[in-house]
């Protein structure tokens, strides 16, 4: 008898194990699209990254007393500022400080309005309410100095005189009170900016010293769900690869996926195509002029010179450019290339986010004795969750863009792999289609 420890367990109630077969209900297709979801669902993380990375940037910026809407606001309280004669110009009539200073009646008389797309008859309509009553005032003083100091029609000429004045003062006062408006909007506008932020897809409002906290939060969980989607784009890659290779469509699968991206830039080419096929007129004529031969000389030469240099960063970036044809533009055929610049975009926009919160953190630091003033503890708590923020989000853009340069390799990999797989890239037309 065997111990009862090494007697099975009853197997009645389990369902019996499924015999391996062949799975054919899956094609190529199916892997591609799976490839091509994960790849999409990258690129809309990404664009919502960047999205969330430029409000945080416009909320900063209007917080900031640097700002462009608080700088309106300082030259605004000045009324003799050539900001406030540029909006309001009846004040270049009006304010007596302005005949007090030769610059100011220089620029009333001969810069106001021409750096703009007014005309002269532009510029005389802006002082025509001033102006008409000013001239009716000098043609009743003319005739005033020409009546005899007892003459009685002298009264009546005073009176519409006086009437001429109180009209250009009601002018005048009607331009001030538009500046005051004009001011005092922009200051509740700015109350409602700098100082309080609307989150546009919520609905809700917060402080803008709460902007750290919230942005370094979104940020984070933004770049955690990149970092998944990475993840799940380099198993789509690989999978789709996998069933790809198995089969004699491996070359077609790389190139109808390639063509899908957005963000990684593989290496695509037609030996046979004519590059200049898509060539348009004005490029052609381009080409042909003196310049446009120069210019393609110093390609040439700027290509050649630096070919030691991206030798040295596809090294460093482990990728495998050697396998591939030459670059020569004059070599004939189609061809896309994926040079080191265009390698950094993803890259770059991965640590957006860090550069963005940066400035945000640099700005919080700059203006926490208005915290201090407020509450000393929540200040100091907020700087630093602030600054753990700022290194989780280094952290976490370091991790994506190490994945991006993963999602690289294997583009790099998977075209070496494939190009003796189903005929190279532009080869025979009897070749199976994906």
């Not at 538009?178 to 509740?188: M, P, Q, S, W």
């Not at 290509?303 to 030798?311: A, C, E, H, N, V």
Request: net charge neutral; proline share 4%.
């Amino acid at each position: 008898m065997p111990d009862s420890a090494e007697e099975p367990d009853d197997l009645s109630d389990r369902p019996p194990y499924r015999k391996k077969t062949h799975d054919t209900s899956l094609t190529l297709k199916d892997y591609l699209e799976t490839a091509t979801d994960a790849s999409r669902r990258t690129r809309f993380i990404t664009i919502a990254m960047v999205v969330a990375s430029v409000l945080l940037l416009v909320s900063v910026l209007n917080s900031a007393p640097t700002g462009w809407i608080s700088l309106r606001i300082g030259a605004l309280s000045d009324p003799t500022s050539k900001y406030t004669l540029e909006k309001f110009p009846l004040l270049c009539r009006c304010e007596p400080l302005v005949y007090d200073d030769p610059d100011l009646v220089r620029y009333c008389a001969e810069e106001l309005g021409r750096d703009g797309q007014k005309t002269e008859e532009d510029i005389k309509k802006m002082f025509w309410p001033y102006d008409r009553l000013e001239g009716e005032k000098a043609k009743l003083k003319k005739e005033l100095a020409e009546l005899k100091p007892q003459d009685a029609a002298g009264k009546i000429i005073e009176d519409k005189v006086a009437k001429l004045d109180a009209a250009q003062k009601d002018v005048c006062d009607a331009e001030k009170m538009g500046l005051k408006d004009f001011r005092n909007a922009l200051v509740r506008s700015e109350v409602d900016t700098k100082y309080t932020v609307r989150a546009p897809f919520f609905g809700v409002a917060f402080d803008i010293n709460d902007i750290g906290l919230l942005g370094g939060l979104s940020l984070s969980i933004i770049l955690i769900m990149l970092r998944l989607s990475l993840r799940n784009q380099i198993a789509g890659m690989r999978i789709g690869f996998k069933a790809a290779l198995a089969s004699d469509r491996a070359r077609r699968f790389y190139e109808v996926l390639a063509a899908q991206q957005v963000f990684v830039f593989p290496y695509l080419e037609d030996r046979r195509q004519r590059a200049n096929a898509a060539m348009g007129w004005t490029e052609a004529f381009w080409l042909k002029t003196p310049f446009g031969k120069f210019s393609r000389k110093a390609k040439g030469w700027l290509r050649s010179t630096t070919k030691g240099l991206k030798r040295r960063i596809d090294t460093g970036l482990e990728l495998q450019d050697e396998a591939r044809p030459s670059d020569d533009a004059d070599a004939g055929g189609w061809r896309v290339n994926r040079n080191a610049s265009l390698r950094l975009v993803p890259k770059l926009l991965c640590l957006l986010p860090f550069a963005i919160y940066a400035i945000q953190f640099s700005f919080d630091l700059k203006t926490r004795h208005y915290g201090d003033y407020l509450s000393p503890w929540r200040m100091r708590m907020l700087v630093i969750i602030d600054a753990l923020f700022l290194l989780n989000i280094l952290v976490l853009g370091l991790w994506c863009v190490a994945k991006w340069n993963e999602v690289d390799k294997l583009w790099d990999y998977f075209d070496v792999e494939t190009r003796d797989d189903g005929g190279p890239a532009g080869g025979d037309e009897d070749s199976h289609a994906a």
